[in-house]
């Protein structure tokens, strides 16, 4: 189901730029700038088959994209002149700022070159929890535990789950289970139990694929002196915030700005929200963002800005640079904005 979603999406991407309809859509819909959304960078290999694979994007592609959006008339700035952009309506060259959501290491190892290439300015969304360890790498850690075992069986909060792992396809469809299994069956004040359990049954090390994948405290200060470097907040523990009560999730908004300035030295004044989908973010942590005194907040709503995102500063679109659409033909057909009225409900004003 998955692979047939990614099929019929990248069909009408390629509807779209070889009808011509997508330059054609661009002075209507391609709004002021975008905001795009990066996870991984790296030019290691990786598993056609993983669930994850949308978060993994190359260093060449993310060269020949900002080259691309560049010789397009796009400006790179930073968040912080993005929202200086919307908020005064300054007319111009269409903008783009890049954002990283974790903090994975290879953001600043083979990302970090790329933008320095292109003076290409950066905002890192950081949760400490996974920094420091006390949340889990989850996402990943199940990818490694449906690859470890062909029978994967384990028990929490009293069920007993067992899943096929047995091909590369089958754990395709049980890493995909796992997913859905700890953000809408587990809560959130027991998913990392959850995800010890299925660990241990793997032989899995969850606190290695962190130490591995993450950087490390003293990575985040080096990296965030860097010029083209912004610190963001990505909350305390990474939690799903609508499955929280507003007690929590105020905590989870507000507090990890006083954590990033402690172990950082710089107030963080922007922020993503974790997941990002209509699942997490609604008008409630929309509220609790404002209050907290960010600048900014971003989800991860598929979406171009237009000028009346000057009125929504704390629930920002971004386009996905997503390792499933990694063609530059397809960027530009999502920069176009023709793509955003089709991804919600024919709206071009993207909020929540």
């Given at each position: 189901?998955?692979?047939?979603?990614e099929?019929?999406?990248?069909?009408?991407?390629n509807?779209?730029?070889?009808?011509?309809?997508?330059?054609?859509?661009?002075?209507?819909?391609?709004?002021?700038?975008?905001?795009?959304?990066?996870?991984?960078?790296?030019?290691?290999?990786?598993?056609?088959?993983?669930v994850?694979r949308?978060?993994?994007?190359?260093?060449?592609?993310?060269?020949?994209?900002?080259?691309?959006?560049?010789?397009?008339?796009?400006?790179?700035?930073?968040?912080?002149?993005?929202c200086?952009?919307?908020k005064?309506?300054?007319?111009?060259?269409?903008?783009?700022?890049i954002?990283?959501?974790?903090?994975?290491?290879?953001?600043?190892l083979?990302?970090?070159?790329?933008l320095?290439?292109?003076?290409?300015?950066?905002t890192?969304?950081?949760?400490?929890?996974?920094?420091?360890?006390h949340v889990?790498?989850?996402?990943?850690?199940?990818?490694?535990a449906?690859?470890?075992r062909?029978?994967?069986?384990?028990?929490t909060?009293?069920?007993?789950m067992?899943l096929?792992?047995?091909?590369?396809?089958?754990?395709?469809?049980?890493?995909?289970?796992?997913?859905?299994?700890?953000?809408i069956?587990?809560?959130?004040?027991?998913?990392?139990?959850a995800?010890?359990?299925?660990?241990?049954?793997?032989?899995?090390?969850?606190?290695?694929?962190?130490?591995?994948?993450?950087?490390d405290?003293?990575?985040?200060?080096?990296?965030?002196q860097?010029?083209?470097?912004?610190?963001?907040?990505?909350?305390l523990?990474h939690?799903?915030?609508?499955?929280?009560?507003?007690?929590?999730?105020?905590?989870?908004?507000?507090?990890?700005?006083?954590v990033?300035?402690?172990?950082?030295?710089?107030?963080?004044?922007?922020m993503?929200f974790?997941?990002?989908?209509?699942?997490?973010?609604?008008?409630?942590?929309?509220?609790?963002a404002?209050?907290?005194?960010?600048?900014?907040?971003?989800?991860?709503?598929?979406?171009?800005?237009?000028p009346?995102h000057?009125?929504?500063m704390?629930?920002?679109?971004?386009?996905?640079?997503?390792?499933?659409?990694?063609?530059?033909?397809h960027?530009?057909?999502?920069?176009?904005g023709?793509?955003?009225?089709?991804?919600?409900?024919?709206?071009?004003?993207?909020?929540?």
């Amino acid at each position: 189901m998955i692979d047939a979603t990614e099929a019929v999406r990248k069909f009408a991407l390629n509807v779209a730029r070889l009808s011509g309809l997508a330059p054609l859509a661009r002075p209507l819909l391609g709004g002021s700038g975008a905001i795009l959304m990066l996870h991984r960078v790296t030019a290691a290999p990786g598993n056609p088959h993983s669930v994850n694979r949308h978060l993994r994007v190359t260093p060449r592609f993310l060269d020949g994209l900002i080259q691309d959006m560049k010789s397009s008339g796009y400006d790179f700035v930073s968040m912080d002149e993005a929202c200086e952009r919307l908020k005064g309506g300054r007319r111009g060259n269409r903008f783009a700022a890049i954002t990283a959501d974790d903090g994975y290491r290879d953001n600043q190892l083979e990302a970090l070159p790329v933008l320095e290439k292109h003076r290409a300015p950066i905002t890192v969304y950081i949760a400490p929890g996974l920094i420091d360890g006390h949340v889990d790498l989850w996402w990943e850690v199940i990818e490694r535990a449906v690859a470890a075992r062909p029978l994967l069986e384990f028990t929490t909060g009293g069920e007993t789950m067992a899943l096929d792992c047995s091909t590369p396809a089958r754990q395709a469809a049980a890493a995909f289970r796992l997913q859905e299994f700890l953000t809408i069956e587990v809560p959130e004040e027991t998913q990392r139990d959850a995800v010890r359990a299925i660990a241990a049954a793997a032989g899995v090390d969850p606190a290695a694929t962190s130490r591995e994948l993450l950087m490390d405290w003293g990575d985040l200060r080096r990296f965030s002196q860097h010029p083209l470097v912004t610190m963001g907040a990505h909350t305390l523990d990474h939690h799903l915030l609508r499955r929280l009560t507003e007690e929590r999730a105020r905590e989870e908004i507000a507090a990890c700005a006083g954590v990033l300035e402690a172990r950082l030295g710089l107030r963080p004044r922007h922020m993503a929200f974790p997941y990002g989908d209509p699942r997490a973010v609604g008008c409630r942590e929309v509220r609790l963002a404002r209050e907290a005194g960010y600048a900014s907040a971003v989800t991860t709503r598929h979406g171009v800005l237009q000028p009346s995102h000057a009125g929504h500063m704390h629930a920002l679109p971004r386009l996905s640079v997503n390792g499933r659409y990694q063609r530059i033909g397809h960027m530009r057909t999502m920069l176009s904005g023709l793509t955003t009225p089709l991804a919600n409900g024919g709206k071009t004003l993207v909020t929540v």
